[in-house]
């Protein structure tokens, strides 16, 4: 085999180029290493054992005003239905084959029962005592404001079908 000096300098000059650029990149990498150096570690890392070594401070005693700041939601629930009666078709809605719905608003006292009954959409046709009659003998589980029972308003909806 048979190799020119020619091709034989052409080749290490190939080499030799290849690896004065990678000597040239290598020194560029690590002067950009020593210019930035890379970020120190944060100091707030050694707090929480700062904070362990330190002594608790608890204090026994508790001021009424700091429990008095403290803003609290009061717990209130609605009232729920308990036992209800179906007021009765007069004479006048069967003729006039009335049905539908008519709105009622009462307030629900302590005791679980239903007084300043209004009837919002009046049907006429007599319905309207009925309505009231049966509303003044449902029973409810009064709403409660933590825990202790009030009066609360309500509206209901009282549903009239012929069958």
Do not use: C
């Not at 290849?18 to 000597?23: M, P, S, Y």
């Not at 009666?85 to 029962?113: H, I, L, W």
Request: hydrophobic fraction near 45%; aromatic fraction near 8%.
């Amino acid at each position: 085999m048979r190799i020119s000096i020619g091709g034989f300098i052409k080749t290490i000059g190939t080499i030799l180029v290849f690896a004065g650029a990678n000597l040239f990149l290598l020194e560029m990498v690590w002067r950009m290493r020593t210019a930035f150096p890379p970020p120190l570690k944060p100091q707030f890392q050694s707090l929480p054992s700062r904070i362990a070594d330190r002594p608790k401070q608890v204090s026994k005693k508790r001021t009424p005003h700091a429990i008095e700041s403290v803003s609290r939601v009061p717990v209130v629930t609605k009232p729920t239905l308990l036992f209800r009666t179906e007021p009765q078709y007069t004479d006048e809605a069967r003729a006039a084959k009335f049905s539908g719905k008519v709105r009622v608003s009462f307030v629900v006292d302590e005791n679980g029962r239903a007084r300043d009954i209004t009837v919002l959409d009046s049907p006429g046709l007599g319905l309207d005592d009925n309505i009231l009659r049966a509303i003044e003998q449902w029973r409810w589980r009064p709403a409660t404001r933590d825990g202790v029972q009030i009066a609360m308003p309500a509206t209901a909806e009282v549903i009239f079908r012929l069958l």
